[in-house]
């Protein structure tokens, strides 16, 4: 899973304070992208501004794993990066659900947008402060990254897909101003997501996990809009179902006993 904002730092008490070029630069990439998807959105191009998002995560998912292959982890990158989170991941994909399709809703459009980026800020401001005492198997609350990708996800397969649009007809503002709300909210809940950290891409894999994976960039290279979404759809419900598993196992202890 896409995850920008991972633990790309290392602890405050061994980090530089150095710039260092290289990882910067995907960051700034990864910048550029989020602020291409703005002008591209403010042009009416609403594919071009979910794929820059697209481009924003692979760019900030790389410039933390360099950082760590060359040994430049800095203060000034962390700081950067979140910096380039809060624009790619908070304020282009509120701005591209609101040109998009929330504008046309008055005051309820533009507050929904705005419980979104307010949901970025506030969560990227909470995984930097609880960067060193959360289990790192999961996240608190919805990735930052993972909602733009919902939100982009679904401009991208509804511009590509004419029939998903008609399908809704006029209640698809309606429908993208639930989505977007959800994906605000759902980030700066206490709803634990898998973070795939405790994965470890060194050791051997058996080969129908070689196959699986195959098969996802199969699946997304056969029609990108439709799969993403569904994958980061997909994604964001999983830390509900946890959620309900969690509550179960809770409540079944709690009758044994």
Known sequence: MFEPDLDTRKKPGIRRRGIYILPNLFTTAALFAGFYAIVQAMNGRFEFSAVGIFVAMVMDALDG????????????????????DMVSFGVAPALVMYEWALKGLGRWGWFAAFIYCAGTALRLARFNTNIDIVDKRYFQGLPSPAAAALVAGFVWLAHDNHKFLEGFGEDIHWLALVLTVFAGVTMVSNVRF???????????????????????????????????????LGYSLSGYVLWVLDWYKQRKAHKAS
């Open 65 to 84: 794993r360099v950082a760590r292959l060359t040994h430049t982890q800095s203060e000034f990158g962390a700081e950067y990066d979140s910096l380039s």
């Open 194 to 232: 898998y973070s795939f950290k405790d994965i470890n891409l060194r050791k051997s894999v058996p080969f129908i996990v070689v196959l699986a994976i195959v098969g996802v960039y199969v699946l997304v290279s056969a029609y990108p809009p439709g799969v993403l979404f569904l994958i980061f």
